[in-house]
């Protein structure tokens, strides 16, 4: 069993991580500062080919559904709505003027925010659209298991041997992550997607985040912590973001198909390929312009990096989306 620091009240994960994270004072709702984008990099933070790409999905969902007189887009987790923004900008203004875009986060709606933005700290119901989430997941807190225990924690990040696991979460481990050992129990993110989901009437429901699958659990767990742009311990003071991977394929629901981020920019248009050199000599100014997207594309597509990301991506009455295919 790790430990760090000196005693205090130890509880399971779960709790310290809502208290940490969403609590009086949590990491993600203090009103001040440079919020989450301060601590860490996402792709909507890395280039806003991103939030371009996504604005092609809402248009491909758009048409699914004929072009209603008003579209959806609720973005889960929205920090400071970083990627509403981005993608309001992107559309053409026939298509946003029909937009209803909702940013659903427990902080307070920062100043000077986008007045088109509707802010929420839960989904609406009845939505009819895109419903997006990219790095929400991660940060749903959830129980840490060890041997068939809890893991139980405290405030500086001790860690101890708790009770034994309730059947629920052994279920949930047996089917989902079997084998023994340090184990992250993701039911909560199940649940969490599901009611997320429910939400949607017809379109397409999309998590975007750090991933794993079933066959390929990591042995030791994924829980860590980030601070000032540094992977730090998993402390749950406060301080820094506590956060772990998803095991995406056990959120996945009916027709839901799993594709790594560079699939699914690539379908979008995201490529990173040099632009031609000859474009050097006729243009010199759009060649460095078409070299920096390149940049950025390949940044946000790495197998190594942002392009091994997970994106689960789940049609509600219509088609499923031509990427999964």
């Known amino acids: 069993m790790s430990t760090s620091g000196g005693p205090g009240a130890a509880v399971r994960w779960r709790s310290a991580m809502e208290a940490a994270l969403y609590g009086p004072g949590g990491f993600y709702v203090r009103p001040a500062g440079p919020g989450p984008a301060g601590h860490f990099r996402t792709s909507v933070h890395a280039s806003a080919l991103y939030a371009a790409a996504v604005s092609r999905l809402l248009r491909w969902v758009d048409a699914e559904l004929g072009h209603p007189r008003e579209l959806d887009l609720v973005d889960m987790g929205a920090g400071r709505a970083e990627l509403l923004c981005g993608v309001l900008a992107a559309l053409d203004p026939e298509t946003a003027a029909r937009v209803r875009p909702y940013a659903v986060e427990r902080a307070p709606r920062p100043e000077g ?10 989904p609406p119901e009845g939505v009819s659209g895109l419903l997006f989430a990219n790095e929400w997941l991660d940060n749903v807190p959830l129980d840490v298991a060890e041997d068939g225990h809890y893991v139980l924690v405290a405030p500086d990040g001790t860690e101890s041997r708790g009770g034994p696991l309730e059947d629920g979460d052994r279920a949930w481990l047996e089917r989902w992550w ?7 129990i993701g039911r909560p993110r199940d649940e969490a997607w599901a009611a997320a989901t429910r939400t949607l009437e017809r379109g397409l429901a999309v998590a975007v985040d750090y991933a794993h ?6 042995p030791f767990g994924t829980l860590t912590g980030f601070r000032g742009g540094r992977e730090v311990a998993p402390v749950p003071d406060g301080g820094c973001d506590v956060t772990a991977h998803v095991a995406l394929d056990a959120c996945a629901g009916p027709g839901a198909v799993l594709l790594t981020q560079r699939e699914a920019l690539g379908a979008l248009g995201v490529s990173g390929a040099r632009p031609p050199l000859a474009l050097a000599s006729s243009d010199p100014a759009a060649y460095v312009r078409a070299l920096a997207s390149a940049g950025e594309a390949a940044e946000l597509t790495s197998p190594s990096g942002l392009g091994a990301f997970g994106w689960l991506v789940q049609p509600v009455a219509v088609r499923a989306w031509p990427a999964a295919d």
Do not use: K, M, S
Request: net charge positive; glycine share 18%; proline share 13%.
């Open 213 to 218: 699958t079933r066959r390929a659990r990591p």
């Open 113 to 122: 925010l986008d007045p088109r933005i509707h802010w929420t700290g839960e």
């Open 178 to 184: 079997p084998g023994g050992g340090r184990a992250e």
